[in-house]
């Protein structure tokens, strides 16, 4: 994989949730942070496991020490939750803009304890795995906005981002 590929792939990944949180801000805060019996709960609930799970695979990827997941509470309202997904946006997409080849091809070592699985894999298949399992949770997301809120979403296919982005 190729750095400007990685990239179309992390843009489109952006883009599909900008589509995404217009979505979310129809809602209250009440109804953000409501919980439901899908997946990980709260609509907020599943924002900040992407965001937690998408931080948390970039450190491993720049060879940081890894952090604890962001806490919930920290994110009561749709606002504070955005913020931070801005801020945490920026951060991986400058990260994603300064990578090589080498760097994509290059063997990370992982662990997740809880899970007991200690593995390696090359940092672009890293990558794909963190935009795919980004992909999963939007359209979980979106599931729970429509059928719970009533909220009208959008498609989020890669090809209209394509088009988009001509």
Request: glycine residues 4%; negative net charge; charged residues 25%.
């Amino acid at each position: 994989m190729r750095p400007n590929e990685i990239r179309t792939v992390y843009g489109y990944n952006y883009w599909a949730f900008e589509k995404v949180w217009d979505c979310v801000l129809k809602l209250s805060d009440a109804q953000f942070t409501e919980e439901l019996d899908y997946s990980r709960g709260s609509i907020r609930n599943q924002v900040m496991h992407m965001m937690s799970a998408t931080r948390r695979w970039i450190i491993r990827l720049r060879g940081g020490e890894m952090v604890p997941h962001l806490a919930l509470d920290d994110f009561p309202t749709r606002a504070a939750t955005k913020a931070k997904w801005d801020e945490m946006r920026a951060e991986a997409l400058d990260y994603v803009n300064t990578l090589s080849e080498a760097d994509l091809d290059g063997v990370i070592h992982w662990q997740l304890p809880d899970r007991g699985m200690d593995a390696e894999n090359t940092g672009w298949e890293i990558l794909l795995h963190v935009a795919n399992h980004a992909t999963d949770h939007r359209a979980q997301i979106l599931a729970m906005l429509n059928q719970h809120f009533g909220i009208q979403t959008m498609e989020q296919d890669m090809l209209f981002y394509l088009l988009e982005a001509k």
